[in-house]
């Protein structure tokens, strides 16, 4: 068990819906990072937080947004969903942003778009 | 923009026997950290284990090994006496070290590798 948190486990839903991803990072931990993982695309880095602020954005769609709350669990939200939104998201968290701090992985959220 | 790639779609090995993931990678830094991440059927990625750019040192951890050639640009994961427990997907992932970068922080991973362990 890494710690890390993501709810919920499967969600399926419809195209033009919107839907929101939760995660509670390992405890102790400020950063937070999200991914996507398709088959066509692989692991795809969304987005990283640290402490309530966004720190860096890999290739995250304007539909997609996300944030850190004060309590550290981050919520990633898609909106105008697409069939090819469907895909494993992951999040994961690291003590700090030092790249020699370990990620930590949740068992991601299946997302299926109908 | 750094790139992984990992020229294995599947391989597989016999029970007790060693086998070796291949990976590659593409970076203008001399500065960085290099990863083998497992993803079992149950989906978690789990760090197997962990190479700092600027160690000369193969990292070892148990059964797994790495074979790092800094100059090549390679970074291949070896696991010795294999295990049933050892099949899953792996993922070979790099990150920069260098703060301030666009990179920084993130992981990049490979496309990944099947493993099939065989009894």
Known sequence: ?114 | AQTVTQSQPEMSVQEAETVTLSCTYDTSESDYYLFWYKQPPSRQMILVIRQEAYKQQNATENRFSVNFQKAAKSFSLKISDSQLGDAAMYFCAYRSAYAGGTSYGKLTFGQGTILTVHP
């Open chain 1, 1 to 114: 068990d890494s710690g890390v948190t993501q709810t919920p486990k499967h969600l399926i839903t419809a195209t033009g819906q919107r839907v929101t991803l939760r995660c509670s990072p390992r405890s102790g931990d400020l950063s937070v990072y999200w991914y996507q993982q398709s088959l066509d695309q692989g692991l795809q880095f969304l987005i990283q937080y640290y402490n309530g602020e966004e720190r860096a954005k890999g290739n995250i769609l304007e539909r997609f947004s996300a944030q850190q709350f004060p309590d550290l669990h981050s919520e990633l939200n898609l909106s105008s969903l697409e069939l090819g939104d469907s895909a494993l998201y992951f999040c994961a968290s690291s003590l700090g942003t030092a790249p020699n701090s370990p990620l930590h992985f949740g068992n991601g959220t299946r997302l299926t778009v109908t």
